[in-house]
Every structure is written in C-alpha cells, then in structure tokens.
Antibody, heavy 122, light 107 residues
Framework: EVQLLESGGGLVQPGGSLRLSCATS????????MSWVRQAPGKGLEWVSG????????YYADSVKGRFTTSRDNSKNTLYVQMNSLRAEDTAIYYC???????????????WGQGTLVTVSS | DIQMTQSPSSLSASVGDRVIITCRAS??????LNWYQQKPGKAPKLLIY???SLQSGVPSRFSGSGSGTDFTLIISSLQPEDFATYYC?????????FGQGTKLEIK
C-alpha cells in the first residue's frame, strides 16, 4: 500500500524558514517523480514544485521560485521542501504527491498525502 | 504558464443527473489533462488521466474526453458520494497548473 506522510508544518513568522518532509512507503521511491501541491484555506489547488525520480531535475511555480528548494533522499525514501523567505500568501496545506512515472513530464498525480498545514503569520 | 479555466465554478444537481464539467487550456496541451475529485478535509483523488483514461478503482460513471484545448468530465448518473469539488490539471508543461475548481452541490 502506497503511503505518503508529511511532517514539519507549523506556525512561522513572515520572512522565516521551514522544511517539510514526506516519508514514503509501499513503492520504489526512486522510480517515481514527486511533487508538492498546496491549497490555501478555502481556495483551490496550486502546483508548487516537482522533482524527477533521480533528483536530477527540479521544477517550480513562479510564485516560489528562488525561495523554495525541493530535494529527495532516495536512500531514505523521503521528499523534502525547504521554504525560505516565507510570506503570508504561502499559508496553506502542503500536500506531498507521487507522480505516475520517473519523469515529471506528462505525469499525473496518482497518490497524495494527507497534507501538513503551514501558517505564516506574526 | 498555461492557464486552465473550468466551467461552471459551481453546479447544483440531483442524484441520478448527468453532469458535464468543462476545462479549457490557454494553449494546446495535447491529451495531457487530468481530473481530480476532492471532498472537504480530504486530499484530492485522481479520477481521469490523459484526458480519457479511467484511474483504477474509479467507477465507470466517470468519463473524460477532449484534446488540444477543450476537455470535459462527465458523470453519467450522480451518486450521493459524488458531491465534491472537481479540478482539472495539465501535465503538458511545468508548472502543472490546475483549474480553479468546480464545486458540485446537491440540489
């Protein structure tokens, strides 16, 4: 059974940093691209970033480019996102998501974690 | 970035109704279009991928069609568990943008 478990969310001040983790199990982690998708309270889904199965390629939405860094440790089956210079508009539930193939290109998201809430407020 | 526009934004329907949700891309995305269902307080769930392929375990009353810029999600006969918000997403190019969502409510 595929499982994705996010952690690391919480309250952070504007300008601060936070690192989210996503521990996975039930599939060969290195064989699949992964993504982060967020959802602001009461709003729709926003694709944030993606990373290839090897970790060699990363992709970002313009809204987070230069502030967020997505990485993975295939030996630990874990996905990360380092979030710096956080803003109020980054407040959202952050979902870890498994892609259907090793490359992010043309891949759908076939499994989602339950999400972790990040609140940016003073 | 490719913009995805869904219509309608909200929809009231009854059990047994046939429902159609449309999604339009700002440029051609071939058939790289996915549909997700999200219920309150839950993570989204994949329904349809590659415009018309039904994800394993999804009931056959859900179907998708389209290519290029115009796509549809059809629910042939609404069931009580289908009342939710539906999102389209393009996976043609990054960022893999979502539509704004269509909230399907009980009439």
């Amino acid at each position: 059974e595929v499982q994705l478990l996010e952690s690391g969310g919480g309250l952070v001040q504007p300008g601060g940093s936070l690192r989210l983790s996503c521990a996975t199990s039930g599939f060969t982690f290195s064989s699949y691209a992964m993504s982060w998708v967020r959802q602001a309270p009461g709003k729709g889904l926003e694709w944030v970033s993606g990373i290839s199965g090897s970790g060699g390629s990363t992709y970002y939405a313009d809204s987070v480019k230069g502030r967020f860094t997505t990485s993975r440790d295939n030996s630990k089956n874990t996905l990360y996102v380092q979030m710096n210079s956080l803003r109020a508009e980054d407040t959202a539930i952050y979902y870890c998501a498994k892609a259907s193939r090793a490359s992010i290109a043309a891949a759908q998201i076939d499994y989602w974690g339950q999400g972790t809430l990040v609140t940016v407020s003073s | 970035d490719i913009q995805m526009t869904q219509s309608p934004s909200s929809l009231s329907a009854s059990v047994g109704d046939r429902v159609i949700i449309t999604c339009r891309a700002s440029q051609s995305i071939s058939s790289y279009l996915n549909w997700y269902q999200q219920k309150p307080g839950k993570a989204p769930k994949l329904l349809i991928y590659a415009a018309s392929s039904l994800q394993s375990g999804v009931p056959s009353r859900f179907s998708g069609s389209g290519s290029g810029t115009d796509f549809t999600l059809i629910i042939s006969s609404l069931q009580p568990e289908d009342f939710a918000t539906y999102y389209c997403q393009q996976s043609y190019s990054t960022p893999h943008t979502f539509g704004q969502g269509t909230k399907l409510e009980i009439k």
